[in-house]
């Protein structure tokens, strides 16, 4: 989801596409039916990104009428969850935290040994 408002500070510079989130969905209709239902609060629950949308009343700072998507179709899901990743990736090394509204950062494209051990306390 990108806000066409303008630039969104972030921790390092300026993400100046306004990407509030990266994701990805086998059925794009549907998931942004979900996102739109929960971001206006229509519906409490269905899309975890809508759903902090609304919450912390970004609206108020991302117009909905604003919002807008972009998308690359991928051939099979590993594709799309590859460069799901990647994007948040290089958003990540960019700016230092992920997009707005992205719950988590997706590691699955970089394998198991880049993924963090927890040591226990």
């Not at 629950?45 to 991928?74: E, K, N």
């Amino acid at each position: 989801m990108i806000a066409a408002d303008g630039a969104i500070q972030r921790a390092i510079g300026a993400d100046d596409e306004g990407i509030l989130d990266i994701g990805q969905s086998a059925m794009l209709r549907k998931r942004l039916r979900s996102f739109w239902q929960c971001a206006t609060g229509a519906q409490a629950a269905g899309h975890m990104a809508g759903w902090r949308f609304c919450y912390y009343q970004m609206g108020i700072h991302f117009s909905t009428d604003s919002l807008y998507v972009c998308w690359r179709r991928a051939e099979t899901a590993a594709e799309a969850q590859e460069v799901e990743g990647w994007l948040i990736e290089e958003y990540v090394k960019q700016h230092l935290e992920s997009p707005p509204l992205n719950y988590s950062a997706s590691w699955r494209h970089l394998g198991q040994d880049a993924e963090p051990e927890v040591a226990d306390a």
